[in-house]
């Protein structure tokens, strides 16, 4: 199997970076589930010598992210969240961090609780306006860390326009992709530097599994990367490197479905009287429906929308029946969540309003399941709100 220069998006996920395992010709790359490697002489080894820092399960996994991110290489770490801090380590003391205001809450918790302790400075901007990326750029900012579709309220960045910008004052661009999925939106055509993601979500794609991968382009980041993944240890374990690999390779098809369920339940949401307000870049309501159409395949796998009260928030999120309520999102199976109260917790109160993560915010993940079972699903647990 070899794959040519000019293979598809769908033919790269099937095939990239895997070849036929050498001693058995199996067609799925194996959990190599060693932690270390038999050398034939002293200095004379197949290229592994302990799995903190080779193992081929990984490598394959590794290989096949960064050709459908469209980046040089990739690196598999143990959560989307060591992915984050190994990239952060790019960084030093002093440095000063631009990044998008709604970003996930971990990404808030690990940068003001943890990093700031190492004298990293950071300002949170609405990405969604490029002039006010560039005001918030000065001279000791090294990095732009962009999330687009932002988490939970789905507003956009102009990829392209961000880079420009962050590329004339010599700024890096880190963009954490999860929320759209390589299918949807690719980052590094539109001139970022590194794409995050946590492996968790659509790229995994079956709940079964927790991870994170940096694709990277440059090569003094791809150095420094490696490096870092052997110094610190945070790898992915080959199970869960062989699991995501085992997800990539149906990511389009997934995608596909992810995208065309949440375009219906969006419209059918827009549609709803118990509904005050519907968040989804697919539709022309969304007040960067036609950025989303510019950069994005498809528009992604998630809602979030108001009901009024916190009150009709939990009638909601109690009296869905298929929809299970629970934190993250990607898989194939829909989960419903109240960001304010879970995934977006650690997040000061006063913030949270800021950034439109009201208590009466609800988000769906909208998984492959027959889209009319979800819709008569979220009608019967509307038609309990009073
Ligand atoms: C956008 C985004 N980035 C990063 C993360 C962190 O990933 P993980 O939970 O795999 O550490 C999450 C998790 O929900 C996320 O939604």
Known sequence: MKLRETARFSTICIHAGQI???STGAIITPIY???????EALGKHKGYEYARTQNPTRSALEGNIAA????KEAFAFASGMAAEGAVMTLLESGDHVVVTD?????TYRLFERVLRKYQLDFTYVDSSRTEAIAAAIGPKTKMLFLETPTNPTLRLTDLAAACDVAHKRNVVVAVDNTFASPYTQRPIEFGADLVIHSTTKFLNGHSDSVGGVVVATRDDHIEWLRFIQNAEGAILGPMDAWLVLRGTKTLPIR???HNENAMRLAEFLAAHPKVTQVHYPGLPSHPQHALAKKQMRGFGGLIAFTLGSLDNARTLLNHVQLIALAESLGGVESLISH???????SVPADRRQQIGITDDLVRISVGIEDVDDLQEDLQQALARIS
């Open 339 to 345: 960001p304010a109260t879970m995934t977006h917790a």
């Open 33 to 39: 589930q060693t932690s270390t490697y038999v050398q």
């Open 102 to 106: 709604n970003t996930y809450g971990g």
């Open 255 to 257: 995608m596909e479905r």
């Open 68 to 71: 459908i991110e469209g980046g």
């Open 20 to 22: 036929p395992d050498p």
